[in-house]
């Protein structure tokens, strides 16, 4: 009989259960972050839980779990229950079960959340009325309504009522909330904005004239005429403003916690509230959707456990892409001279070492010289050439989008030019020289014939590359992204795009919220949710560039698309 | 080396029988009269020999002239001495074994050997009087002068017509009426204006071999050069492609000076109409077709042509 391995039957096993495994981890690691990251903004029942030392709380069960209690735990346990609790234990293998609840109300209790042992809950229920409701600081509140207040004076009090005065108000309370926000943000930004150029020009003419010359003090004159117009300019936001918080003011949710505390909370405060146990499946979905849109457009709130992503979303996109902008014709620039002008010899042989070693140059270190090199030497000197009159302030001379691009194009650029140096290498001696023949010159047989015949493999290196770079965090840190930036590096101000500013980032995001977050229970859930919208956005963008790339393979393969829709 | 060393033995073997057939079976006529020379001897010991050159030849103009060429490889000679007029407006076929340099000499008319690092060469090659070699050829311009056919066909990742007209692209040519004039013209003068004329925005890779092959061929006198250098141009074609072309090259003989290399005999026999016969980097025998085949002056050319060596 043959032998087995002759067969080459256990390389089959081999390279098979290899694939296998592979398989298994990606699909293990995509199912995990979807499975608690989808899951995350789904609203869960509000019970309301007392235990048998008396005490009473109401939320949502974010988890369980199965501990291993300590005898002097059950000390407090009455007799009755003590048998009850043993027998569940020994049940479970000698594992208690716990599981944690999210209790809110933090600026009552000072806990989010609350673990509770399976034994020592007295009574359990899941009150009607029971209401989940987001707020825009101390994070969520569990209570149940007692009357809606308009000036103070209750105008509703059954529950019912209560929830439908509720509804009638909240959207346009919310709406006055919206404007004022726009206007301390566009209008008094506006006038901050002046005030500040202002400032800059009358240092601007200090630094060029002197200080005490006639220049400066005309300038200065001007300042503080424009300073006044400002100043009555801001009044009359303020009293819009105040105007705008008067009323609403006026509108006030009363409630009742579980341990029978009250509490009045302004309709502003609140950002979104639902009576959780008595939402339907598809009002529940309507929450779930609302949740994620929130989460997709709006800005962070509470140290960044709530509220959406946006900025993180906007500078991972804006990032990549100024990257892809960088690293794509440098590389394949570099690559072009390597494989097509370099004569072949120890040089380029040590060159193209030295490339593939930068690929493995642990991306910490491309963020310490991102730092070094763009923020503090480059963008130092554009400081000190274009904005004098800023400094101390740095402008360009610390972390910001393009210095973080910058460094990752660095970072991805052997990707590049390793990925286009072998599509150059794929294009057949036949093409070339088919091409010299007809009398065309090196660069117009690269530029004709080479460089559309390699596109598909250039193409790859930039989805390596994108992938690689919307993933890296290490650097970052260093060279601009941050917790949370007060704004977008585009704004409708001029020049409109501000490379300079320090942005969000998903991956930071992540790293942010899982291990700095101050409530970490909390974020737990929305590190799965970041990452599930990290790893889409990635994909979205591998799709756009496998999509081109298959475009471009179709027509070397001799089906243009024309020809397609003939047949 | 140890195959080297054998052929090498087997040679002397071979060649007193041979000899002794022809004696005995016909003792009279032509053929008696050519003993081998043993010139196959002289070129493996590397001693000088002359080139045999009909008298045909020496009456015809010549459209390349190449007088005592050499090219080397690296150390490696891949041509010795060779000395050539190739005639204006014929088609003048490279014959030879594998590796004798027939492919070489024929890339060597427009330098498409300086692609290879390595090559270095001697000796002088004019095309129509001007010097191909000299310091100061434009290669571009001498390229323009010459259209070249390969192996393979190799038609570029782009429409058909942008194959055809791709030398007047690399010339900057933009004017559309004249590239349309220009692909029709080439693509009729290839022989494929009825089979493409209503897909010419189609990828030049969505034809079959041997139409990619005539459009290879349509490229090359798209730049309306004075010659056409074929290499090989049926070797991956089947026979009925093989068919066409050959008849497409009786077709453009006239109009363009022709030089083809080939291994297959009835071919050159068939579309040629000068013959050289080439061996381990030497011209062994040049003339007119006819003669070559049916009347060699030389022994080894016999045997190489009727099949009985190489």
């Not at chain 1, 899941?126 to 825009?136: S, T």
């Not at chain 1, 601007?204 to 100043?231: C, F, H, V, Y």
């Not at chain 1, 609302?290 to 997709?296: F, L, P, S, T």
């Not at chain 2, 027939?102 to 270095?120: A, E, F």
Request: net charge neutral; glycine share 10%; aromatic share 8%.
């Amino acid at each position: 009989m043959t032998p087995l391995f002759a067969h080459g039957e256990t390389m089959v096993w081999l390279t098979g259960g290899a694939l296998a495994l592979c398989l298994l981890m990606i699909v293990g690691l995509v199912v995990l972050v979807i499975g608690f990251g989808g899951g995350t903004f789904w609203p869960a029942p509000v019970v309301r839980v007392e235990t048998l030392d008396g005490s009473v709380c109401m939320g949502e069960v974010t988890r369980d779990e199965g501990y291993r209690p300590e005898r002097s735990l059950l000390e407090g346990v009455p007799a009755d229950a003590l048998d009850r609790t043993w027998a569940a234990i020994r049940e479970g293998g000698g594992e208690a079960k716990r599981r944690l609840v999210r209790t809110g109300n933090f600026d009552l209790e000072g806990t989010h959340f609350r673990w509770i042992a399976d034994y020592a809950v007295k009574d359990e229920t899941r009150p009607e009325w029971a209401l989940v409701i987001e707020r825009l600081s101390w994070g969520r509140f569990y209570g149940e309504p007692k009357a809606f207040l308009v000036d103070g004076k209750p105008v509703a009090e059954a529950p019912a009522d209560v929830w439908r005065a509720f509804e009638e108000r909240h959207a346009e309370v919310r709406d006055r909330y919206e404007e004022r926000r726009r206007l301390e943000r566009e209008e008094i930004g506006d006038i901050n904005r002046k005030i500040e150029e202002a400032r800059l020009e009358l240092r601007r003419t200090e630094i060029r004239r002197g200080k005490d010359s006639p220049e400066w003090k005309r300038q200065q004159a001007e300042t503080e005429r424009s300073a006044a117009e400002l100043n009555a300019a801001f009044r009359a936001v303020r009293e819009r403003i105040d105007a705008l918080n008067r009323e609403n003011a006026r509108y006030e949710l009363a409630l009742v916690t579980a341990k029978g505390a009250e509490k009045t909370i302004p309709l502003a405060e609140v950002v979104r509230a639902y009576p959780s146990n008595r939402l339907g499946f598809g009002e529940k979905l309507g929450v779930y959707v609302a949740r994620w849109g929130e989460y997709i457009w709006d800005e962070p709130r509470e140290a960044n456990s709530e509220g959406g992503v946006f900025p993180a979303i906007f500078g991972t996109v804006a990032m990549t892409l100024i990257m892809a902008v960088f690293v794509v014709p440098f590389g394949v620039l570099a690559a072009l001279y390597l494989r097509e002008y370099a004569r072949a010899g120890p040089i380029v042989s040590v060159v193209r070492i030295a490339i593939n070693n930068l690929a493995g140059v642990p991306s910490i270190v491309f963020g310490v010289f991102g730092l070094g090199f763009f923020c503090y030497i480059i963008g130092g000197g554009i400081d000190g050439l274009f904005y004098g009159e800023r400094l101390p302030n740095p402008t360009f001379g610390t972390g910001g989008l393009l210095w973080a691009s910058l460094t990752l194009a660095l970072l991805t650029l052997p990707v590049v030019i390793v990925a286009t140096e072998e599509a150059l290498a794929a294009v057949p001696r036949s093409m070339r020289e088919g091409s010299f023949a007809c009398g065309a010159s090196k660069w117009q047989t690269i530029r004709r014939i080479v460089l559309p015949r390699a596109m598909p493999g250039i193409m790859t290196g930039t989805i390596l590359a994108i992938a690689r770079g919307a993933g890296e965090v290490a650097p970052l840190m260093l060279v601009g992204a941050v917790k949370l930036a007060p704004e977008l590096p585009v704004d409708g101000h001029f020049p409109f795009v501000h490379a300079e500013r320090s942005f969000m980032h998903l991956g930071f995001h992540i790293y942010d919220l899982g291990f700095q977050s101050q409530n970490s229970e909390a974020a737990k859930p929305m590190v799965y949710t970041t990452t599930l919208l990290l790893i889409g956005i990635i994909l979205v963008l591998n799709f756009v560039a496998v999509a081109v790339r298959t475009r471009l393979r179709r027509r070397l393969e001799g089906v243009l698309p024309q020809a397609r829709t003939h047949a | 080396m140890i195959e080297e060393s054998v052929r090498r033995g087997e040679k002397p073997a071979q060649r007193p029988v041979v000899a002794g057939f022809v004696s005995a079976d016909e003792p009279v006529g032509p053929r008696a009269a050519r003993p081998p020379s043993g010139l196959f001897d002289a070129v493996e010991r590397g001693l000088p020999f002359e080139t045999t050159v009909h008298d045909e030849l020496r009456s015809c103009r010549a459209e390349v002239e190449i007088e005592s060429f050499d090219l080397w490889y690296g150390a490696k000679q891949a041509l010795f001495g060779i000395t050539m007029s190739i005639p204006n407006g014929a088609v003048t076929a490279l014959i030879g074994p594998s590796g004798c340099g027939k492919s070489t000499l024929l890339r060597s008319v427009n330098r498409m050997n300086d692609l290879i690092l390595s090559v270095r060469c001697g000796g002088e090659m004019r095309l129509s009087g001007d010097s191909i070699y000299s310091k100061d050829t434009d290669v571009i311009e001498l390229r323009k002068r010459i259209g070249m056919v390969f192996q393979k066909p190799n038609p570029f990742p782009m429409s058909i017509f942008e194959n055809v007209v791709y030398p007047l692209r690399v010339d900057g040519v933009r004017d559309r009426h004249t590239l349309d004039e220009v692909c029709e013209k080439s693509l009729r003068g290839a022989g494929l204006w009825e089979e493409v004329k209503d897909r010419l925005k189609e990828s030049g890779l969505s034809l079959s071999g041997g139409q990619q092959q005539r459009l290879c061929i349509a490229r090359a006198i798209a730049g309306d050069p004075e010659m056409l250098l074929l290499d090989e141009p049926c070797s991956a074609l089947d026979p009925i492609a093989t068919g066409r072309i050959e008849d497409l090259i009786g077709e453009l003989k006239g109009r363009y000076t022709i030089l083809i290399v080939t291994h297959n005999m009835q071919q050159a026999s068939r579309t040629s109409d000068y013959t050289a016969f080439m061996y381990l980097g030497r011209l062994v025998e040049f003339g007119p077709t006819g003669n070559i085949f049916l009347n060699p002056r030389l022994r080894e050319t016999e045997d190489y042509v009727t099949g009985r060596f190489g």
